[in-house]
């Protein structure tokens, strides 16, 4: 009789720490407009969350114009086809985060540079612009979390009053809640998170240097980036949420899991070992809100598999540890 109370204790303590807990998955736009057929296969992952995210564009990192909504653009970045695709995870019960981003060819977002003020008042022009098009879009299709940027720590440090001003301004349009996705390196640079609803991070943290790290000494490496965190959540009274996480099925995927090369050999195990310790780290832990592993495609059947490298775990073994994680903790996450 001890062991089944202590077991239901056990049981009723973990559910409520995963209450509302983020599964989520980080759905890349594609040429044509989303169907049920694409939702499926997400769906049986067990994710109670979509990140969408439409790109816009900059030539360099001193640019001043954004381009986006174009019909240049595929259909899935665009007005018609976010609609499209959050009316239908909406449909399936899945919540959404809207995330508009930038995408640079030649250049990280994180180091823009303007070369005079001009040029920063005609920056912040364009991305109020930019983001206020897509909060409005989130406000519209009752989308429940909109991300105000990613990864733009330079402009975040630079232009405060701005950026201030901007978040204003997206609450005068947009009554969900907010977020913001900084680089895993630079989040407590950030001065605002503390007007948000969550402390966003793009979570590729340096960990072990092995070719397949185990799980046991990847929880170890966490700590060191862990604790951390949790400080900076409780400073701020806000939950941490991984806007991104995710690894490489490489060959060294811990030791920069941000530094993205089709070169790698590909290593199954390691990508399961990575994901398995980080969930085993953070997805029972109150101060984590959850988070959205990168990246899922919508052609499922053709996509990942045993010989691909890239972040997807569509087709290979890690799949399952990502389903049998947002398993345990989904039902709670649905209260």
């Given at each position: 009789m001890?062991?089944?109370f202590y077991?239901t204790f056990l049981?009723f303590t973990?559910?409520?720490?995963q209450e ?5 998955i980080?759905?890349v ?8 057929k694409?939702i499926?296969p997400?769906i049986e992952?067990h ?9 816009a564009f900059m ?5 001043t ?8 653009q595929w259909?899935g970045e ?5 609609e499209n695709a959050?009316?239908?995870f909406?449909s ?12 640079i060819p030649?250049?990280?977002?994180g180091?823009l540079?303007m070369?005079?003020?001009e ?5 912040e022009?364009n991305y109020?612009r930019?983001?206020l098009f897509?909060a409005?879009?989130a406000?519209?299709?009752?989308i429940e979390?909109?991300?105000i ?5 330079s402009?975040v440090i630079k232009?405060p009053?701005?950026w201030?001003?901007?978040i204003q301004?997206?609450?005068?349009v947009y009554?969900?809640?907010?977020t913001?996705a900084?680089?895993?390196d630079?989040y407590q640079n ?6 948000l609803?969550?402390?966003g991070i793009d979570?590729?943290f ?5 070719q ?11 700590n060191?980036h ?11 009274n806000?939950?941490?949420l ?5 690894y490489?099925?490489?060959d060294?995927?811990?030791h920069?899991p941000?530094?993205f ?6 290593n199954?195990?390691a990508q399961?070992?990575a994901l398995?310790?980080l969930y085993?780290?953070?997805w029972k ?5 959850g988070?959205?592993?990168?990246k899922?495609f919508?052609?499922?059947?053709s996509?990942g598999?045993?010989?691909d ?6 087709n290979?073994p ?15 996450s649905?209260n």
């Amino acid at each position: 009789m001890k062991k089944l109370f202590y077991f239901t204790f056990l049981l009723f303590t973990f559910c409520s720490s995963q209450e509302h807990k983020i599964n989520g998955i980080s759905f890349v736009a594609s040429p044509n407009l989303t169907t049920q057929k694409e939702i499926n296969p997400v769906i049986e992952t067990h994710a109670n969350w979509v990140t969408l995210m439409p790109f816009a564009f900059m030539k360099t990192v001193n640019d001043t114009a954004i381009f986006f909504n174009s019909k240049r653009q595929w259909i899935g970045e665009r007005k018609e086809g976010i609609e499209n695709a959050s009316t239908l995870f909406h449909s399936n019960n899945i919540k959404i985060m809207l995330k508009p981003q930038i995408w640079i060819p030649k250049g990280f977002t994180g180091h823009l540079e303007m070369k005079s003020e001009e040029d920063w008042l005609a920056l912040e022009k364009n991305y109020a612009r930019f983001i206020l098009f897509y909060a409005n879009i989130a406000e519209y299709q009752n989308i429940e979390l909109f991300c105000i940027g990613t990864e733009l720590n330079s402009f975040v440090i630079k232009r405060p009053l701005f950026w201030k001003t901007l978040i204003q301004d997206i609450k005068k349009v947009y009554h969900g809640k907010l977020t913001y996705a900084e680089n895993w390196d630079t989040y407590q640079n950030v001065p605002f998170f503390n007007t948000l609803d969550y402390i966003g991070i793009d979570a590729y943290f340096p960990l072990a240097n092995e070719q397949t790290p185990s799980i046991e000494l990847l929880e170890k490496e966490w700590n060191r980036h862990k604790n951390s965190m949790e400080s900076f959540a409780e400073k701020h009274n806000k939950k941490v949420l991984f806007t991104e996480y995710g690894y490489q099925s490489t060959d060294y995927t811990t030791h920069e899991p941000w530094n993205f090369s089709k070169e790698k050999k590909v290593n199954l195990q390691a990508q399961t070992n990575a994901l398995q310790a980080l969930y085993n780290q953070f997805w029972k832990e109150d101060w984590f809100a959850g988070g959205f592993l990168w990246k899922w495609f919508e052609d499922h059947t053709s996509v990942g598999g045993v010989n691909d490298s890239d972040y997807t775990v569509q087709n290979k073994p890690s799949l399952e540890i990502v389903k049998r994680m947002y398993s345990e903790t989904s039902n709670a996450s649905k209260n």
